[in-house]
Nanobody
Framework: QVQLVESGGGLVQAGVSLRLSCAAS????????MGWFRQAPGKEREFVAS????????YYADSVKGRFTISRDKAQNTVYLQMNDLKPEDTAVYYC??????????WGQGTQVTVSS
């Protein structure tokens, strides 16, 4: 099974940047992709970005395209989310997700990102 630990969240002002990290451990299967989701108060959890573990192809929600960049360090089993030009509407709990062949899906505990106007 995969355990995921997120870090890097915080309270920032609009227009600044944050970088989230998600470290995976305990994997016994083969990772297919990893990604980020977020959930704002009163809203459904939504997709933010994902990256294929093998080839590195990245995918983004329209709301963050051009501002956020997902990347990975395969040697460290870590995925990152660089968030630039943060807006108040980016305020949410951000969750890391791993999809693995053989061991299934895993979710992190979540990290709070709050963007003030």
């Amino acid at each position: 099974q995969v355990q995921l630990v997120e870090s890097g969240g915080g309270l920032v002002q609009a227009g600044v940047s944050l970088r989230l990290s998600c470290a995976a451990s305990g994997r016994t299967g083969s990772t297919y992709d990893m990604g980020w989701f977020r959930q704002a108060p009163g809203k459904e959890r939504e997709f933010v970005a994902s990256i294929r573990w093998s080839g590195g192809a990245a995918y983004y929600a329209d709301s963050v395209k051009g501002r956020f960049t997902i990347s990975r360090d395969k040697a460290q089993n870590t995925v990152y989310l660089q968030m630039n030009d943060l807006k108040p509407e980016d305020t949410a709990v951000y969750y890391c997700k791993s999809q693995s062949i053989g061991t299934g899906d895993s979710w992190g505990q979540g990290t709070q990102v709050t963007v003030s106007s």
